[in-house]
């Protein structure tokens, strides 16, 4: 059984990867965790200038979920390099730099940074973030910004680059389309729904940004759906996320069409849900007599 897959010309050991903004720049999870069965670790995003990020609260729980409103607090590129960079490096599975910007050029500047740091595997390209202020999800709502930023960074880098995509649209389909237009190498399929928690004896949101993006189970069918229609769009890999919480969910994304597949919020109930999604997902394969992921997208045409 290959349980590998095949991004941009590299190969992710396995198919489970940790989603951005989750798991820290790892170190965090490193006494918590075996990182051997983690596919890839997509760290937290990382923006040319440091950030300190929105007010607190900055996470609020809903049935099924969580609403978060971090406002893509971290270290900014030039200390992720020095302080983040040499720990992750060590680490025995692919680290793919989510990058985040508020202008083209800051994500050019980000990556060229970046380009100078040995060790990264690719890159995840944030164009969909709704709990900030600027850029994130202007980007990531217009085709035609999508598939200007994916070329102008294309050109920049010969590592896979992943563009992660909303859900806050009219067709999710037209933003993959112009991703793999620009030189994607894969897709992120889904990012966080926008949301909001009301304190109804307060009379007021709970978070003071008012919205934030709403994560775990309560998104999985949304990310399963809109996994399946954009993998039928696009020829590049689709990678799905949002509500896995174990093997069955994880297979879902891979049935409807998905070449891997990210924990996120789950990760902050069981940290070792990534070890145990990749025993399910093997499991599952052998007792179907699969003998790769791609075998598994035969079974829902």
């Not at 978060?68 to 200390?79: E, F, H, Q, T, Y």
């Not at 690719?122 to 217009?142: L, Q, R, W």
């Not at 994304?253 to 070449?259: K, P, Q």
């Amino acid at each position: 059984m290959d349980l590998s897959v095949a991004i941009g010309g590299k190969k992710l050991p396995n198919p489970v990867g940790v989603a951005s903004g989750t798991f820290g720049y790892g170190g965090e999870y490193e006494q918590l965790v075996d990182f051997a069965a983690i596919g890839a670790l997509y760290t937290k995003a990382v923006t040319l200038m440091p950030r300190p990020g929105n007010d607190i609260p900055r996470i609020v729980e809903t049935p099924s979920g969580l609403i978060n409103s971090i406002g893509l607090a971290n270290v900014g590129v030039d200390r992720f390099i020095s302080e983040k960079m040499p720990h992750c490096r060590e680490l025995p599975c692919a680290v793919v730099v989510n990058i985040a910007g508020s202008s083209a050029d800051e994500y050019a500047r980000v990556l060229e940074k970046l380009e100078t740091c040995p060790g990264i595997w690719g890159y995840e390209i944030n164009v969909s973030c709704p709990n900030v202020k600027h850029g994130g999800m202007a980007f990531g709502t217009d085709p035609a910004q999508v598939e200007r930023l994916t070329a102008d960074l294309r050109k920049r880098t010969k590592n896979p680059i992943i563009v992660k995509l909303t859900p806050n649209v009219t067709d999710i389909r037209t933003i993959a389309k112009a991703a793999q237009e620009g030189g994607a190498d894969a897709v992120s399929c889904i990012n966080t729904l926008v949301g909001m928690v009301i304190d109804v004896g307060a009379k007021k949101p709970v978070l003071p940004m008012g919205t934030g993006g709403l994560s775990g189970p309560a998104i999985r069918p949304v990310g399963v759906a809109a996994t399946y229609a954009v993998s039928r769009a696009v020829s590049i890999p689709v990678i799905g996320l949002g509500g896995i919480s174990g093997p069955l969910d994880a297979l879902q994304y891979l049935l409807a069409g998905a070449s891997a597949v990210q924990i996120g919020t789950a990760n902050f109930v069981d940290p070792t849900t990534t070890a145990r999604v990749l025993a399910g997902i093997r499991e599952f394969c052998e007792r179907e007599n699969v003998s790769c992921i791609k075998d598994l997208h035969r079974f829902i045409p």
